[in-house]
């Protein structure tokens, strides 16, 4: 059974920082794009960037110079870390993952709240 467990949200104060965590388990096939999204109240689920198997990124104009995201190819772990973080920020931050052949698998969610 496919596990995807994101940790790390929490509240924190505008300008802080926050480490995301999301680790797959019982997966079988190869994760070739692992990713990170989210959503606020009353928006449309978003992304805030993703990773493929091979390092390549891609981060939302957003989070692009703020957010940085890492993988371990061989434990199935990616990590979002968040500086500088705003308000605007805060929503629900979802892992996802893409595996080959194409299968895609979402997190439960982890809450994030910059206070301003």
């Known amino acids: 059974q496919v596990h995807v467990v994101e940790s790390g949200g929490g509240l924190v104060q505008t300008g802080g920082s926050l480490r995301l965590s999301c680790t797959a388990s019982?997966?079988?096939?190869?994760?070739?794009?692992m990713g990170w999204y989210r959503q606020a109240p009353g928006k449309q689920r978003e992304l805030v960037a993703q990773?493929?198997?091979?390092?390549?990124?891609n981060y939302a104009d957003s989070a692009r110079g703020r957010f940085t995201i890492s993988r371990d190819n061989a434990k199935n772990t990616v990590d979002l870390q968040m500086n500088s973080l705003k308000p605007e920020d805060t929503a629900v931050y979802y892992c996802?993952?893409?595996?080959?052949?194409?299968?895609?698998?979402w997190g439960q969610g982890t809450q994030v709240t910059v206070s301003s």
């Open positions: 019982g997966i079988i096939f190869r994760i070739n794009v």
């Open positions: 990773i493929t198997s091979g390092g390549s990124t």
């Open positions: 996802k993952l893409i595996t080959v052949p194409l299968y895609e698998y």
